[in-house]
């Protein structure tokens, strides 16, 4: 699905990332730990296309990123569904807005689409958020309705870059799990994460891979969770 051979990425003329090998597979379930700065959000941004890699290759669903227009690179992204670090939303559109916008970028059928909309607000638990306007939102409302956002468009895979940084440990749980749960339907999942207790967490939910980047390469950092 996602798979990078021996990647490099250097900015500002340091390299940040070297030799960087990686495929993830359907279904499969990955952790992305590593210090700050250390490049996580830069792999990430690797694996759905935002990013070229300075050396290597990238593949997306096989195809190299490296031939793809700008067209193809988006009918790929409609694929991957990304939750980001900083939760962007547009304050003047309500949280169903926001949700749905997706599907009104690619131009989808918002009738259509709607009920599933609703049930993705229900899911994440902020149905009775759903005509609130962002800045209304708690730091956990906000996180629960990027990962809407993220999977209205049911993507097959899903990257979460610290998705639970802002929140207390109840509601990083509680994201694990709806996390989990889109494993279990199939999706395949990475999470960008320096919390090794939500790692630990995860050890009764799903059998994970865990890998840490380390001095600009990436390395197994245990056996299956």
């Not at 700065?37 to 694996?47: A, E, I, N, Q, V």
């Not at 109840?170 to 999470?191: A, C, D, F, P």
Request: glycine share 8%; net charge neutral; hydrophobic share 45%.
């Amino acid at each position: 699905m996602i798979e990078l051979e021996n990647v490099a990425y250097s900015y500002g003329g340091a390299e940040l990332l070297s030799d960087i090998s990686l495929n993830l597979q359907p279904g499969s379930f990955h952790f992305l730990t590593g210090p700050s700065g250390s490049g996580k959000t830069t792999l990430l941004k690797l694996c759905y296309g935002a990013l070229l890699p300075t050396a290597g290759q990238v593949r997306l669903f096989d195809a190299d990123v490296r031939g793809m227009e700008r067209d193809d690179i988006a009918m790929v992204r409609r694929r991957i569904g990304v939750v980001h670090q900083d939760c962007q939303f547009l304050n003047h559109l309500s949280v169903s807005d926001n949700i749905s916008l997706p599907l009104m970028v690619s131009g989808r059928d918002l009738l259509a689409e709607g009920p599933n909309m609703k049930e993705l607000a229900n899911w994440v638990g902020l149905s009775s958020r759903i005509e609130a306007l962002p800045p209304e939102l708690s730091g956990g409302e906000r996180q629960r309705a990027a990962l809407a956002r993220a999977v209205i468009m049911s993507p097959d895979v899903v990257l979460a870059d610290e998705p639970t940084g802002n929140v207390d440990w109840e509601m990083s749980q509680r994201l694990l799990r709806l996390l989990v749960e889109l494993n279990r339907m199939g999706k395949t999942i990475m999470i960008a994460t320096h919390d090794l207790a939500l790692i630990r967490a995860a050890k009764s939910q799903v059998q994970a891979r865990v890998l840490r980047i380390s001095n600009r390469q990436l390395q197994l950092a245990g056996a299956d969770l």
